[in-house]
């Protein structure tokens, strides 16, 4: 699987690349410290806000292998995993939950958070480079940017297989970083339309509604919860993954309203239960607790903002949404 990467200059982490482990339930993403301070520290000391983070599953040490001349990742708290072999640039990764596990078709959408993109201890080039950047934007305007996505649209009628083999990204439509950045503050809620109810993709407008409904509620949540938390977190994101497979996201919304009523395999022991949507908010590697200084304005904006524009796309697609192909 691959994610989309924010591999674009403003991204300003020491981190190249997120890795997967080989059973898919994992991430592995080299990081900065104050990353993993931040973890650390949220599950000592707010251990109710990381319910709206991914899973921590610990650190990883990479360390040099004197016959190679690459970095590779000693994965000694991840029992059982293998890492492809990708050279990592820094001598520290996390493991965390891998959010786009369990679905079949993850929808994948990274919301960059924040006007202000730059932590306190920036330098003065990169302030203004990143102040540029969000002057142009939404990032300026509404607190937020759509960093980046990726739509499952279906299997293009006629896709041959290259030696048994299918491309795992065939079938996506992938929106790059270069996407989010033309919008407006009115022309924005065209690619949340996209990424919920994409065009010539029939889909069932009532199972988009309740992901569009469980996602708004996850905001609220984390919403209200950082109005009362006393941090700064510069250029973190929302990532929310929903199930973009339109039989599976029934199954996941049937099994949602009558828990444990699936036909399950006999054979295995522990049936997954299919998901609806997941948003957490991922990326700290500019983030700290700030006892004392009052809530993250800046976090908030961007916050509101797209909490407002998923209100705004549910009451349109209540009246006037794209036919269904119920
Ligand atoms: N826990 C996670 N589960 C799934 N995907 C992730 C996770 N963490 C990061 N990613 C993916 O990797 C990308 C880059 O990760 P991020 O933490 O934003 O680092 P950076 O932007 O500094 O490179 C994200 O946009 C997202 O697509
Ligand atoms: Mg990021």
Not at 66 to 86: E, F, I, Q
Not at 92 to 99: G, K, M, S, Y
Not at 156 to 171: L, W, Y
Not at 235 to 248: M, P, Q, R, T
Request: charge should be negative.
């Amino acid at each position: 699987m691959q994610f989309v990467s924010e591999t674009e200059t403003d991204s300003d982490s020491s981190s190249h690349g997120v890795l997967i482990d080989s059973t898919g339930d994992v991430v592995i993403k080299p990081c900065t410290e104050a990353e993993i301070d931040f973890y650390e520290k949220t599950l000592q000391l707010h251990r109710d806000f990381a319910a709206h983070m991914p899973t921590y599953m610990g650190q990883v040490r990479t360390k040099d292998d004197s016959n190679n001349d690459h970095h590779h990742a000693a994965v000694s708290s991840t029992p059982g995993t293998t890492l492809p072999s990708t050279a990592l640039e820094t001598e520290t990764a996390i493991v965390l939950e891998n959010l786009a596990a369990g679905f079949v078709r993850p929808n994948i959408l990274d919301i960059k958070l924040g006007a202000r993109l730059w932590a306190d201890d920036a330098p003065l080039e990169k302030r203004a480079r990143l102040d540029a950047v969000a002057a142009s934007t939404t990032s300026g305007s509404l607190g937020f940017r759509v960093a980046g996505m990726r739509v499952w649209r279906g299997r293009p009628a006629g896709a041959v297989e290259s030696e048994g083999r299918t491309d795992p990204e065939a079938g996506y439509q992938i929106y790059d970083r270069t996407y989010g950045r033309n919008f407006n503050t009115v022309t924005v809620k065209t690619a949340f339309d996209e990424f919920f109810l994409p065009a010539d993709y029939a889909c069932d407008i009532r199972a988009r509604r309740h992901v569009v409904e469980k996602c708004v509620r996850e905001l609220g949540e984390l919403q209200e919860k950082l109005e009362k938390m006393e941090c700064r977190m510069y250029s973190a994101s929302i990532l929310c993954v929903y199930e973009g497979d339109n039989s599976a996201l029934d199954a996941a919304i049937r099994e949602e309203r009558f828990p444990g009523r699936l036909d399950s395999d006999e054979e295995s022991s522990e049936p997954e239960v299919p998901k609806v949507a997941t948003l957490k908010l991922i990326d700290f590697a500019h983030a700290k607790w700030t006892p004392g200084f009052g809530p993250d304005e800046n976090l908030l904006q961007g916050v509101r903002s797209v909490h407002r524009i998923l209100e705004d796309l549910l009451a349109s697609s209540n009246t006037n949404g794209p036919t269904s192909d119920l």
